[in-house]
């Protein structure tokens, strides 16, 4: 099982949630055992691999149909058409542009300045705020980066393939950086967006490189320099010196001569174009340009490619990993097999009629809250237990004090350090911004790694009905903490 191959991660990273959302219909215990036996037979220990060997287990098991198998065979067809298209484009533009700024009808020579300033220069430029757009989004640059995003080529490509093929469902919008949901699904369109501009830059970069040595080898080209800039020819040499020190040593003709820079100088408000000198003699600029345009366009753009394309991986896998119920799944099957034992008092009490031996597996162990009275404290034991297998190691309550007391309660769990903190609310009532402040303090307090699990519970503490926890499943969407999901119990 474990040997098969997983498939495209971008399009597991929108199954798989999907997948485990329709699962949740299937009672917690099943889903425990199933999860929980597919991971004893999964080598490694890390995350990404075993939610995806698993998936290719779970499939071959049970091959319930994903509600959002479509879209994600749309949008990864989109990533597809949206890369060849960002490739087309910059061949084109780049093929267009040089054969433009190379353009030689005879009469004035290709002006050497005006080829660097579009070819080199303005890539420089553009280089620069790609590297801004690549920096974390800190509050000094964060106004500039959201200029620069809404102007990025792949940014405009992925919102105009959206707008023409009306995908306004919410995963659609993991193609479009302003418009993606969460912080995982944000950096996925951000870094998505970048390795589409690079695809671009890199195509239009070659294109133009090819275009220009195309238009040297089968045409005449005659080159020259000219600036209304006050720039005298021991200037121009030293700047064409300071410029080609890359390149010196590796490629010594494609450094311009003093002769070359002296005798290749006109102004175009002469009467006539510059005939002192024979144009087989202004040819050897062609070197310098070439060498110019890979070393200060193409190289950076494809280090650019090639950290974009890094990273988008790396936002795939959080992509995937920061779901919450992909982490809901990791806890189950991380979980301990922990079988209550005749040795522990309390076991008895929560499974009377239960043998030690035939007892039910145990999840581990998890701190219980109770929010606002949503059961009581001397129930949780027994409800824990029994609904979502996890031991309880101490209750506490919070929400219906004071602010100090709910504080008091935060540090106690932060005290314990616990992997598992069971959050009790009352299924019949509409999620409250206490409650958000609340458990955003407390995942401040036990770090990213500590699972924080919203049950909530009917008036007599019964199951919670399908549509209470439809209700409460988008709270816990909106609240966007990745190791925050949602149970209801068996």
């Not at 394309?309 to 982490?327: E, F, G, Q």
Request: net charge neutral; glycine share 4%; with cysteine.
């Amino acid at each position: 099982m474990h040997n098969a191959r997983p498939g495209s991660l971008f399009h597991e990273a929108l199954d798989i949630p999907a997948w485990l959302e329709a699962d949740r219909d299937r009672p917690f215990e099943a889903r425990l055992h199933r999860d929980r036996r597919i991971a004893a037979a999964l080598p490694g220990s890390d995350p990404l691999d075993r939610v995806r060997h698993w998936w290719l287990a779970v499939r071959r098991e049970t091959p319930l149909p994903a509600q959002d198998t479509e879209l994600a065979t749309r949008l990864s067809r989109a990533r597809a058409i949206i890369t060849f298209l960002m490739l087309l484009v910059g061949t084109l533009v780049g093929a267009g542009t040089a054969m433009t700024v190379f353009r030689y009808d005879g009469t004035w020579p290709v002006n050497v300045v005006t080829v660097f300033a579009v070819l080199v220069l303005l890539q420089i430029v553009l280089i620069a705020f790609t590297l801004i757009l690549m920096l974390p989004r800190v509050p000094g640059l964060q106004a500039l980066q959201n200029l620069l995003g809404g102007f990025n080529p792949g940014a405009l490509a992925a919102a105009l393939y959206r707008r023409v093929t009306r995908q306004d469902e919410q995963r659609a919008s993991l193609l479009v950086w302003h418009e993606a949901r969460g912080p995982a699904a944000a950096q996925f369109a951000r870094w998505q967006m970048l390795a589409w501009s690079q695809c671009a830059a890199v195509a239009f970069n070659v294109a133009a490189l090819l275009s220009a040595f195309a238009l040297i080898a089968f045409t005449d080209l005659a080159f020259g320099w000219s600036t209304t800039l006050r720039l005298d020819t021991d200037d121009m040499r030293r700047l064409t010196q300071l410029l080609a020190a890359p390149w010196r040593e590796l490629w010594p003709e494609a450094v311009p001569s003093a002769e070359l820079i002296e005798h290749s100088r006109f102004f175009r408000l002469a009467s006539a174009p510059p005939t002192a000198v024979a144009a087989s003699e202004l040819t050897g600029w062609w070197p310098f340009l070439l060498a110019a345009i890979t070393t200060y366009a193409l190289i950076p753009r494809c280090v650019l490619l090639l950290l974009a394309a890094v990273r988008l991986r790396a936002a795939t896998r959080n992509l995937l990993l920061d779901d919450p119920r992909v982490r809901a799944l990791l806890d189950r099957m991380s979980a301990a097999d922990v079988q209550l034992g005749s040795d522990l008092k309390e076991d008895a009490a929560v499974f009377p009629d239960a043998e030690a031996q035939s007892a039910p597996a145990m999840s581990g162990d998890a701190v219980v809250i109770v929010w606002s009275g949503a059961m009581p404290l001397r129930d949780t034991n027994e409800w824990t237990a029994t609904h979502l297998r996890w031991r309880v190691t101490e209750t506490l309550e919070a929400g219906n004090r004071t602010i100090a007391a709910d504080t008091a309660t935060i540090e106690r769990v932060a005290a314990l350090q616990p992997n598992t903190v069971v959050v009790y609310v009352r299924a019949w009532e509409a999620p409250m911004l206490d409650l958000q402040d609340f458990i955003q303090a407390l995942r401040a307090k036990v770090g990213p790694r500590c699972s924080l699990i919203l049950v909530p519970v009917g008036a007599n503490a019964e199951v919670a009905t399908e549509a209470q926890r439809t209700v409460w499943s988008r709270w816990t969407a909106r609240v966007g903490d990745p190791a925050l999901y949602l149970e209801v119990g068996a």
